[in-house]
């Protein structure tokens, strides 16, 4: 089991609300990336944090944002949700920014937006 | 473009039926290729990290090759409790992030 703890486990919104999820990453670990999971599909790369800056991003809209605190716990902020949103949100924890020798995932947050 | 490709999408074995899974990948310089597994509804559980051409790795009934195009995961004499999704990814010279394959599907068969 890894350190990395999500929260909440499971979310129901409504389409146009906004959500906030949360991730803490393992000890030791100062770089936290988080990712969406389709149903039936790999981890697509949302946004990556280092030292509570925004260290690279995938293609997302900026409706996604997040934020790192100095403790290198994280938060994913998605605004204005559409129903192609519902997916298994997933953060992972490492060190660093260069060669990652690991990383450490989540248990996840599975959202479905109705 | 980093891109990852997985085969088979899935694969049924029966319990101690050794086989391989692929993944062929196009990357900008790669600094490490990555396995993971994954069960349902849970976030994917850390296998093995690649670095290099002829490397190998080990775990259990579990062994990664890795060449300059592609991977395979090696799985000796399977049991049940193998059964899972298994996650392929790579990191580029250029991303921080990880590029994921879209996962083999393996059940296996008591």
């Known amino acids: 089991e890894t350190g990395v703890t999500q929260s909440p486990t499971h979310l129901i919104k409504t389409r146009g609300q906004q959500v906030t999820l949360r991730c803490s990453s393992q000890s030791g670990h100062n770089t936290v990336s988080w990712y969406q999971q389709a149903l039936g599909q790999g981890p697509q790369f949302i946004f990556q944090y280092y030292r509570e800056e925004e260290n690279g991003r995938g293609n997302f809209p900026p409706r996604f944002s997040g934020l790192q605190f100095p403790n290198y716990s994280s938060e994913l902020n998605v605004n204005a949700l559409e129903l192609d949103d519902s997916a298994l949100y997933l953060c992972?924890?490492?060190?660093?920014?260069?060669?990652?020798?690991?990383?450490?995932f989540g248990q996840g947050t599975r959202l479905t937006v109705v | 473009e980093d891109q990852v490709t997985q085969s088979p999408e899935a694969l049924r074995l029966q319990e101690g039926e050794s086989s391989s899974l692929n993944c062929s990948y196009t990357?900008?310089?790669?600094?490490?290729l990555f396995w993971y597994r994954q069960d349902p509804g849970k976030g994917p559980e850390f296998l093995f990290t690649l670095y290099s051409a002829g490397e190998e790795k080990e775990k259990e009934r579990l062994k990664a090759t890795l060449t300059k195009k592609e991977s395979f995961l090696h799985i000796t004499a399977p049991k049940p409790e193998d059964s899972a999704t298994y996650l392929c990814a790579v990191q580029g010279n250029y991303g921080q992030n990880f590029v994921f394959g879209p996962g083999t599907r393996l059940s296996v068969l008591p």
């Open positions: 992972a924890s490492s060190s660093g920014t260069g060669v990652v020798t690991e990383a450490f």
């Open positions: 990357v900008s310089g790669l600094r490490g």
